[in-house]
């Protein structure tokens, strides 16, 4: 995995030396995702950078690539992950293509070369790259079917101008920090999710995912190559577990291709579980060494866990289950309360808005104590999208909520804005917006179901909002320490597959996940399988709140502290006082109650002092 960076303009000679200095002010502002090598390419019309993180191929995969082909020069630098390598290289060989190095850059290149434009409809991975054609004088740029991978771009002037992460787009001359209405109704009335496509930061978007893109000479065009289709499922159960089995299983085996340090993420719940049997599996039948996990926890979890719907009960028991019986090589990877408050501003900064708070800062902690010992890790994330694994596909409450299930705190939301912004902005008009305008996008079928309309429906929400944050929590929690996170259940083809099987087979016994537990009862200890869901872990610590408490505080005692200008003061100080008792729900999704919403205000702080954004209203 990488980083990359990149603009072009057809009016002007960008070769100079002034414009390599600015490529280089980009790629130093994500240095942190390609740690190993970096790159550089400039033509007359186009500079493109690469930070890489070297995961396939050391020496033959180095970034800018560049192949002269009939008279063109083809340059692409690339973030991502082809894992089906193989096949793409053995019919560009067919083709007479000749290949130097083993590494899916080159691959990708050449199948870009032969295949065009239609090279996105061959690829099964995580992506996101852009290729500069000299001759045609025109840039493609692509991302993943899901968007595990970011590219973010925006046109200043005749320059279009890309990268990873937003922060170095901020690099480039006289691209500024703006919100607006939009920006706050993303921020305060949706975030931590966004609407797919958009920035919070004003004229900042975002490749959305199953989009390709060209910049020529008539400008900018984006196009859709690929969205999840509504069909009838004509499949018998007993098929319908053979495929899900196999889809499964050749995906994980797929991602498990590395040439350095590989591990998986354990919890103990079912799908890190999955994970690591499989890939626990792969290691001993191919004679590689035991599979080392990880697990993350907090210092006197043990004493201070308090069992809820959401979180029934604490990982360690589950996880030594797993450890025992595939034998991996297991590390608990332990975090204490001052560093996990203490990563909340890395956090912000990696994601370059306020996030999920100690959820995101956590995550960013366990990574960076992982990758000393590995550089890949393989993880569970997107089971609960695609199979249907959350709550709020069972309660009636949620599903009849008439907004998105895991942000109905409205009101309170609302209530956080300074009062002359709230004059201007109305939170829940933008939210019913964006929910109405994504609920149109879904096919229902004449033969659905009541229920499985009803839950295409929340699938649909689920996969393209609330997926798309953690997915997005993974990437730049992950890449902030140079390590990369690999998502097997977001395989494209598995998640086509699911989508159109019955709601009544999908949630199989009146289970969350249910189908996946049935086709893993043989296979997997039926403690695991029978588990309630229990979500990524959190600290229990009561150290913590007070921890949040205090710097939320001291925040507050600046009366010309910058989030006095965006939110309500007395609101903040009436939720410090009550110990965030005064916001009544939570703020995202199932945990993100007060010390988390703590957390989150300080995040807001934070993001105003650095990226200093001009409000226009």
Known sequence: MCGIVGFVNLKRNIKTANDKEIL???????????????????????????????????EGGKQPMSFCYHESTYTIVYNGQLYNTKELKQELEEADFTFETHSDTEVLLKGFIHWGY????????????????????????????????????????????FASEVKALF????????????????????????????????????????????????????HRYWKLESKPHTDSFGTTCE??????????TRQLVSDVPLCTFLSGGLDSSIITLYAANYCKQNGLPPLNTYSVDYVDNDKNFQKTDFQP???????????????????????DTPELADALEDAMIARDYPGMADVDSSLLLFCKN??????????????????????????????????????????????????????EVNLKDYIDFRYRESLSEVTILDTDSDETAEKRRISHLTLNWFMQTLLDRSDKMAMYNGFELRVPFCDYRLAQYVWN???????????????????????LPSEIVDRKKSPYPKTWNPTYLARVKQMLTKIMEDKNAPINDLLNREYILNILETDGKAFTRPWFGQLMTGPQLMAYLCQVNMWLERYQPRIEL
């Open 24 to 58: 280089e002010d980009m790629m130093q502002t994500i240095a942190r995702r390609g740690p190993d090598e970096d790159g550089l390419y400039q033509d007359k019309h186009a500079a493109m950078g690469h930070k890489r993180l070297i995961v396939i191929d050391p």
């Open 118 to 161: 239609e090279i996105v409809h061959k690829m099964n991975g995580i992506f996101a790259f852009a290729i500069w054609n000299s001759k045609k004088q025109e840039l493609f740029f692509a991302r993943d079917h899901f968007g595990v991978k970011p590219f973010y771009y925006t046109v200043k002037d005749d320059t279009f101008v």
């Open 171 to 222: 690099a480039f001359p006289h691209i500024e920090a703006k919100i607006d209405k939009e920006g706050i109704g993303e921020l305060f009335g949706l975030g931590p999710c966004h609407t797919s496509g958009n920035g919070i930061f004003k004229n900042i978007f975002e490749i959305r995912p199953a989009h390709f893109g060209i910049w020529n000479a008539n400008g900018l065009q984006i």
């Open 243 to 252: 495929k899900v089995r196999y889809l499964l299983e050749d995906s994980i």
């Open 313 to 335: 009960n604490s990982d360690n028991y589950y996880i030594s289950l797993m450890t025992q019986k595939l034998h991996t090589k297991h590390k608990a990877i332990v975090l």
């Open 370 to 423: 992982v990758k000393p010992e590995a550089t890949v890790s393989l993880t569970g994330e997107c089971a609960d999208e695609i199979f249907g694994g959350y709550p709020w596909f069972f309660r009636e409450d949620a599903l009849k909520s008439g907004t998105f299930p895991w942000s109905i705190a409205l009101t309170e939301r609302q209530q956080l804005l300074n009062p002359a912004i709230a004059k």
């Open 501 to 523: 099987i019955p709601w009544e087979i999908k949630a199989l016994n009146g289970r969350e996940k249910g189908l996946l537990r049935y086709i893993m009862k043989d296979i």
